[in-house]
């Protein structure tokens, strides 16, 4: 009999992929969300699942793609927070709960740093910079209660890469325009995963037991944006990226409705965890992804 996965959040890029990579696996796979088969106002229903999943994933979160006013703050963390929140609750109903619960988390709860590279082993951000705060009290909600029968793991997530969907999407429509050069100083750290090793890192934590901390999901080798966007010009062929200075990324930002922080923001982030528990990363290298997605000859 196939085992069951419950993914919450399934409608976005990463979610629709797991899901999809699980089914191929022989999972069956169930999802909450807004028009998926149950949602989150439905706690009974999401009891009854988690006490037919052997593990369960939780991506559930307004998209942080948009302008940080206070109303989308408070979305951006109340979508978090309240579903995690809700999920615990659910568990705790459980006569059967999941023996796995991977929930997203966000690698800014470290420091912004250029220099310093952090770890799962790293201090997290004491300056209160807003997107860390959320983080923070994502996580908070993860652990807040008791559950001895469920292995715990928060997912903090650096930039996923995928040939269609996220950020690289975006920032492939500005390089064939053009406007693919060096954002900002261009020395502002780039940590990044290929979504298909996301998938294979979940994977790598259902069978490793003995993993029970927070995982950084990242690749071992991040890079500064100026090399990031050189390096997608060249997977792209295309010559020439006008550099956008920090005061034109503002600028930018509030005309098509975003933070410029997303793109400014330094943050130099590895995984301790997975190196040392064995997992090989299949595209450690930027490079090496970029030719995943855009072979030549």
């Known amino acids: 009999m196939a085992k069951q996965i419950l993914i919450a959040g399934a409608s976005g890029f990463i979610g629709q992929y797991i899901s999809n990579k699980f089914r191929e696996e022989g999972w069956k796979v169930k ?4 028009s998926d088969e149950l949602n989150w106002d439905d706690k009974e229903g999401i009891t009854t699942a988690l006490n037919q999943s052997a593990v369960v994933i939780n991506l559930a979160g307004k998209s942080v793609n948009c302008r940080h006013t206070e109303a989308n703050k408070k ?10 929140a809700t999920m615990n609750e659910c568990i705790r109903q459980c006569s059967k709960p999941p023996e796995l619960w991977l929930n997203a988390s966000g690698m800014s709860i470290y420091p912004r740093t250029i220099e310093a590279v952090c770890t799962e082993e790293s201090d997290t951000d004491k300056e209160g910079v807003f997107m860390a705060e959320v983080a923070k009290q994502w996580e908070a909600a993860l652990y807040q209660h008791d559950l001895p029968k469920t292995r715990r793991v928060a997912l903090r997530t650096s930039i996923v890469l995928a040939k269609e969907g996220g950020s690289l999407a975006e920032l492939v429509k500005l390089s064939k325009l053009g406007l693919g050069g060096t954002v900002g100083s261009g020395k502002q750290m780039m940590s990044w995963v290929h979504l298909e090793d996301y998938f294979q ?12 901390t927070p995982v950084n999901m ?3 080798n991040p890079v500064t944006n100026k090399h990031f966007m050189k390096a997608l010009r060249k997977a792209l062929d295309v010559p020439v990226g006008l550099p956008a200075p920090v005061f034109a990324v503002k600028i930018g930002a509030k005309v098509i409705g975003t933070e410029a922080s997303l793109a400014l923001d330094s943050y130099n982030v590895v995984s301790k965890v997975l190196p040392q528990t064995g997992y090989e990363f299949r595209f450690s290298h930027l490079e090496q992804a970029f030719v995943n997605f855009w072979p030549k000859g």
């Not at 999802?31 to 807004?34: D, E, F, L, P, Q």
């Open 31 to 34: 999802t909450i969300g807004r």
């Open 218 to 220: 990242c690749a071992p």
């Open 75 to 84: 979305e951006i963390l109340e979508s978090r927070v309240k579903t995690t």
């Open 201 to 212: 890192i979940l994977l790598w934590i259902i069978s490793q037991k003995a993993i029970a």
